[in-house]
């Protein structure tokens, strides 16, 4: 950091306009860039005042058919703790893995978002990662049936069974959760269960569409209808004619927006900018946010009658912190999927590293475990996963108790026997309870559920009705 308090950057690139871009965003956050034509001029600013200064490097990975590991490795091994990040056109996870084990923090690809290029700068210097790290559901395959979600706690399996009862219905579904608890694995799934799962699934994400590109984004416009229109667009809803429409960060939409939304959901018909008719369509909406949306109500950042016209179902999908018990199993099943990538193999997890993932508050929810185990995985030498190979969640403060005692992660799988005012809770809720931990825990395999509960599967049958418990829970 310089003396004046600015983090300094060190960008690698020749191109004059990226150049300004990347200054330019990076000093919305205070940041100042220099920089280096190319990998002998970027290894001699390192001894110069600037360079020993440094807070990052990003170095553009400009020429497709170059090695950027090369000189990744090279400032690795002279800036060892400098948080690097690579800027590509190129969005494989073979090249990720690539430039991770030659040292690399992150890296980012083309064309450049500023919030996702000062999100990294800023979690790169944490000592974590927000770059294209960050959203690894984006390229590791996350369709799941609901039976194929992993997870026992009580409270998530409620959720996922609300959504399997609405997948059913045609009406409109809100998702509210942290960022990275699965919003999205959750959509997909209710998705898939509906009738409508072998059409199209369109996700939009709200929150990454400039206020004055969001009605065109989601209802196209016709040639010539605002400059820049050179050419006709098809819009979000019609592409999802007959299918889901996945509308993400649905409470960063802009007002003017949401009107449109609103009339489009009561109508059913839309009307592309510039055309003279409107159009109808049959789209299932599904909405997400990582906001309590009838806060944003209140405050007036968001339409009433557009909530509630959204919230017929609500699922609220717990943090990752509230069901601990899960990552034991959820970690191995992530794991599982990302030694399917490209240069990555299978690998197995001990118990001590468990613990310490076990006894971390997990923040970024799922993505973040995700995201954790990825960066190890490509890392690791040997067979198995150890505490060894989570050094960032253990700075990160993996231990939130000092207590004596068994993790919580080998207790909290468990039910919960009294209510907050210390009242035992009624059996009938406790055994509930324990069906759904056990119908999640065996996967929704009925036989195994009942073998396990010592109950015959006629009686299991039976308490899931007088319980009102969906199988998918």
Same mark, same amino acid.
């Given at each position: 950091? *310089?003396?004046?308090?600015?983090?300094?950057?060190?960008?690698?690139?020749?191109?004059?306009?990226?150049?300004?871009?990347?200054?330019? $965003?990076?000093?919305?956050?205070?940041?100042?860039?220099?920089?280096?034509?190319?990998?002998?001029?970027?290894?001699?600013?390192?001894?110069?005042?600037?360079?020993?200064?440094?807070?990052?490097?990003?170095?553009?990975?400009?020429?497709?058919?170059?090695?950027?590991?090369?000189?990744?490795?090279?400032?690795?091994?002279?800036?060892?703790?400098?948080?690097?990040?690579?800027?590509?056109?190129?969005?494989?996870?073979?090249?990720?893995?690539?430039?991770?084990?030659?040292?690399? *923090?992150?890296?980012?690809?083309?064309?450049?978002?500023?919030?996702?290029?000062? &999100?990294?700068?800023?979690?790169?210097?944490? &000592?974590?990662?927000?770059?294209?790290?960050?959203?690894?559901?984006?390229?590791?395959?996350?369709?799941?049936?609901?039976?194929?979600?992993?997870?026992?706690?009580?409270?998530?399996?409620?959720?996922?069974? $609300?959504?399997?009862?609405?997948?059913?219905?045609?009406?409109?579904?809100?998702?509210?959760?942290?960022?990275?608890?699965?919003?999205?694995?959750?959509?997909?799934?209710?998705?898939?269960?509906?009738?409508?799962?072998?059409?199209?699934?369109?996700?939009?994400?709200?929150?990454a569409i400039p206020a004055n590109l969001v009605e065109s984004e989601l209802f196209g416009h016709e040639r010539g209808?605002?400059?820049?229109?050179?050419?006709?667009?098809?819009?979000?809803?019609?592409?999802?004619?007959?299918?889901?429409?996945?509308?993400?960060?649905?409470?960063?939409?802009?007002?003017?927006?949401?009107?449109?939304?609103?009339?489009? =959901?009561?109508?059913?018909?839309?009307?592309?900018?510039?055309?003279? @008719?409107?159009?109808?369509?049959?789209?299932?909406?599904?909405?997400?946010?990582?906001?309590?949306?009838?806060?944003?109500?209140?405050?007036?950042?968001?339409?009433?009658? =557009?909530?509630?016209?959204?919230?017929?179902?609500?699922?609220?999908?717990?943090?990752?912190?509230?069901?601990?018990?899960?990552?034991?199993?959820?970690?191995?099943?992530?794991?599982?999927? $990302?030694?399917?990538?490209?240069?990555?193999?299978? =690998?197995?997890?001990?118990?001590?590293?468990?613990?310490?993932?076990?006894?971390?508050?997990?923040?970024?929810?799922?993505?973040?475990?995700?995201?954790?185990?990825?960066?190890?995985?490509?890392?690791?030498?040997?067979?198995?996963? *150890?505490?060894?190979?989570?050094?960032?969640?253990?700075?990160?403060?993996?231990?939130?108790?000092?207590?004596?005692?068994?993790?919580?992660?080998? *207790?909290?799988?468990?039910?919960?026997?009294? @209510?907050?005012?210390?009242?035992?809770?009624?059996?009938?809720?406790?055994?509930?309870?324990?069906?759904?931990?056990?119908?999640?825990?065996?996967?929704?395999?009925?036989?195994?559920?009942?073998?396990?509960?010592?109950?015959?599967?006629?009686?299991?049958?039976?308490?899931?009705?007088?319980?009102? $418990?969906?199988?998918?829970?």
């Amino acid at each position: 950091m *310089t003396r004046n308090g600015q983090r300094l950057l060190m960008l690698i690139d020749d191109e004059p306009a990226q150049r300004r871009l990347v200054a330019a $965003i990076a000093a919305r956050r205070g940041w100042r860039a220099i920089f280096a034509n190319d990998g002998e001029m970027a290894i001699a600013t390192l001894g110069t005042q600037d360079g020993m200064q440094l807070d990052a490097i990003l170095l553009d990975h400009w020429a497709p058919d170059a090695d950027p590991t090369v000189l990744i490795a090279e400032l690795r091994k002279r800036r060892p703790g400098l948080p690097l990040l690579l800027l590509t056109a190129n969005s494989s996870v073979a090249q990720a893995v690539a430039a991770m084990r030659a040292g690399a *923090t992150d890296f980012l690809v083309k064309p450049l978002a500023p919030e996702r290029l000062l &999100g990294a700068l800023d979690a790169a210097v944490a &000592g974590k990662a927000a770059g294209e790290l960050r959203p690894l559901t984006e390229k590791i395959p996350a369709l799941l049936a609901f039976d194929e979600i992993v997870g026992s706690a009580p409270d998530f399996r409620a959720a996922l069974a $609300i959504a399997a009862k609405a997948a059913r219905a045609r009406v409109p579904v809100l998702l509210e959760g942290e960022s990275g608890v699965g919003k999205e694995v959750v959509a997909e799934a209710i998705h898939a269960a509906s009738p409508r799962g072998k059409k199209p699934m369109i996700t939009v994400n709200c929150g990454a569409i400039p206020a004055n590109l969001v009605e065109s984004e989601l209802f196209g416009h016709e040639r010539g209808a605002f400059t820049g229109a050179f050419e006709r667009k098809i819009g979000r809803f019609q592409e999802a004619d007959g299918g889901t429409l996945f509308l993400d960060e649905i409470g960063e939409m802009p007002l003017e927006a949401q009107v449109k939304l609103l009339r489009v =959901l009561q109508s059913g018909d839309i009307q592309p900018i510039g055309a003279r @008719h409107a159009r109808e369509v049959d789209v299932r909406v599904i909405a997400a946010t990582n906001k309590t949306l009838i806060d944003e109500v209140e405050g007036g950042r968001f339409r009433e009658d =557009l909530y509630y016209r959204l919230n017929v179902v609500q699922v609220t999908i717990p943090p990752l912190r509230e069901r601990p018990g899960d990552i034991p199993a959820l970690a191995r099943h992530l794991l599982a999927r $990302i030694a399917q990538q490209p240069g990555l193999r299978p =690998l197995g997890i001990t118990d001590e590293a468990l613990d310490l993932l076990g006894n971390y508050d997990w923040p970024g929810n799922v993505r973040q475990l995700q995201n954790a185990l990825f960066r190890a995985a490509v890392l690791c030498d040997g067979a198995a996963l *150890t505490s060894a190979d989570f050094p960032q969640i253990a700075a990160l403060g993996a231990q939130r108790h000092s207590v004596t005692g068994p993790a919580p992660m080998a *207790t909290s799988g468990g039910v919960t026997l009294f @209510h907050p005012d210390g009242n035992l809770r009624a059996l009938e809720e406790i055994e509930a309870d324990v069906i759904r931990l056990a119908i999640g825990h065996y996967r929704g395999r009925m036989t195994e559920v009942a073998r396990r509960l010592g109950i015959g599967r006629s009686t299991l049958y039976r308490k899931l009705g007088e319980l009102g $418990i969906d199988s998918a829970a």
